[in-house]
C-alpha cells in the first residue's frame, strides 16, 4: 500500500534498560519499515548488561543509528533524552523489546495526514511472548473519544502510538515522576492540548510481554497509582463542559473495581467521594440489582460467584 506521505519525517526514539537479548530484533523492525524514519535514536540507560555494547555493534550495521548512554534514571527520562535529539516531525517512541511491522509507520503517516489537526495516532497492538509467540491483539478505538478510552485503558500503548513531536514538547515531555501509567499521562496532556487523536485499528505493533520489561506491569503494585490518574482526569473533566459525563462516570467505576480486587478500602474510599448515591453501573441487570440493593461488595461478591459456578459447569 502506497501513501502520499513520503515527506514526512519520523524520528523513532528507543530507550532500553538491559535489553541486550532483544534490541537486535527491535532495531530490524524499525529499519524494515516501508516508510523510513529520518533518525533512529537509543538511549542506552544505564544498562548492567550488554545492552551498549550491542548498539554500538549495531551501528557498524546501521551507520546512521543514534547511540545515546545516560545513567540509569527511567524509561521516561530516557524517553526526554531521546526526544530532546529528535529533529523529525513526528515522533515514535519504542520500547527495547518490541516490535512493529513493516508497514505500522506508513500506515499511522498516512492516518495523521488525513485531516489537518492530527496531534497522535493510538494505535492497537498485538501481545506476544518474550519469544514474540503470538498471545493476543487488542483492538483500540474511540470510546466514544480519547478521554473515555485512557479512563478505561482502551488507549494503546507506548510502542503502538505516534505523536507529533511539538505536541509532546508542548506537554512537558514524559513525566519522569510517574511510576505507572507514562503513556497515558502523556496522551492526556496531548489531548488536552486540542488537536485531533485519531485511532488506528490496525494491529501492527508487537509488544513483548517478559518480566522486566518497561509494558510488562505488576498491577498488584501499580492499581493505586492507575486509579490516581484517572481520577485526576475525572476531576478534571467533571468541572467541564465536557459532552460525555455518563460514561466518564461509568469509566471511572471499572477502574475502581480493578482496584476494588487489590486494595478494597482505598477503592471504596474513591466511590463513596467521587460517584453519587445514586449511581448506577452500567454492566448486566444481576450487577446492577446487586449494587443498588447491597453496594459494590454485594455486587462483586455475586459477580465472583457467577464466575466460579460458570467455571464449574
Same mark, same amino acid.
Given at each position: ?144 473519544? @480519547? #478521554?473515555?478510552?485512557? *479512563? =478505561?485503558? $482502551?488507549?494503546?500503548?507506548? !510502542?503502538?502510538?505516534?505523536? %507529533? ?99 478494597? @478500602? #482505598?477503592?471504596?474510599? *474513591? =466511590?463513596? $467521594?467521587?460517584?453519587?448515591? !445514586?449511581?448506577?453501573?452500567? %454492566? ?30
Amino acid at each position: 500500500m502506497q501513501f502520499s506521505n513520503l515527506n514526512e519525517s519520523v524520528s523513532v526514539v528507543i530507550p532500553g534498560y538491559n535489553v541486550a537479548s532483544y534490541i537486535e530484533a527491535s532495531l530490524a523492525s524499525v529499519y524494515a519499515q516501508t516508510h523510513k524514519p529520518r533518525e533512529v535514536i537509543c538511549i542506552n540507560d544505564g544498562s548492567t548488561d550488554d545492552t551498549l555494547a550491542v548498539l554500538h555493534r549495531l551501528q557498524n550495521i546501521y551507520p546512521d543509528l543514534i547511540v545515546i548512554d545516560q545513567p540509569n534514571g527511567g524509561a521516561c527520562s530516557a524517553r526526554n533524552a531521546g526526544l530532546h535529539a529528535a529533529t523529525g516531525t513526528w515522533v515514535q517512541f519504542f520500547d527495547g523489546d518490541d516490535v512493529i511491522l513493516p508497514q505500522k509507520i506508513e500506515s499511522q503517516i498516512a492516518l495523521a495526514c488525513s485531516e489537518p489537526d492530527v496531534n497522535v495516532v493510538i494505535g492497537s497492538y498485538q501481545e506476544v511472548d518474550s519469544n514474540l509467540k503470538y498471545i493476543r491483539t487488542l483492538t483500540e478505538a474511540a470510546c466514544p473519544d @480519547v #478521554y473515555i478510552a485512557i *479512563m =478505561l485503558s $482502551r488507549a494503546g500503548r507506548t !510502542s503502538s502510538h505516534l505523536y %507529533r513531536r511539538a505536541a509532546v514538547v508542548r506537554s512537558g515531555g514524559w513525566n519522569t515522576t510517574r511510576k505507572s501509567s507514562q503513556e497515558y499521562d502523556l496522551l492526556y496532556r496531548v489531548a488536552r492540548l486540542g488537536g485531533i487523536a485519531k485511532f488506528d485499528g490496525n494491529a501492527y505493533t508487537q509488544l513483548r510481554l517478559r518480566e522486566g520489561s518497561i509494558t510488562h506491569t505488576n498491577v498488584a503494585a501499580n492499581v493505586r497509582r492507575v486509579l490516581d490518574l484517572r481520577i485526576n482526569i475525572f476531576e478534571e473533566l467533571s468541572n467541564e463542559t465536557y459532552p460525555f459525563q455518563d460514561e466518564l462516570k461509568q469509566a471511572l467505576f471499572e477502574t475502581i473495581r480493578l482496584a476494588y480486587s487489590y486494595d478494597r @478500602v #482505598y477503592a471504596l474510599e *474513591m =466511590l463513596n $467521594r467521587h460517584l453519587p448515591k !445514586s449511581f448506577s453501573p452500567n %454492566r448486566n441487570s444481576v450487577y446492577a440489582l446487586a449494587y443498588s440493593l447491597f453496594g459494590i461488595d454485594g455486587a462483586e461478591r455475586l459477580s465472583k460467584l457467577g464466575q466460579r459456578l460458570r467455571g464449574a459447569a
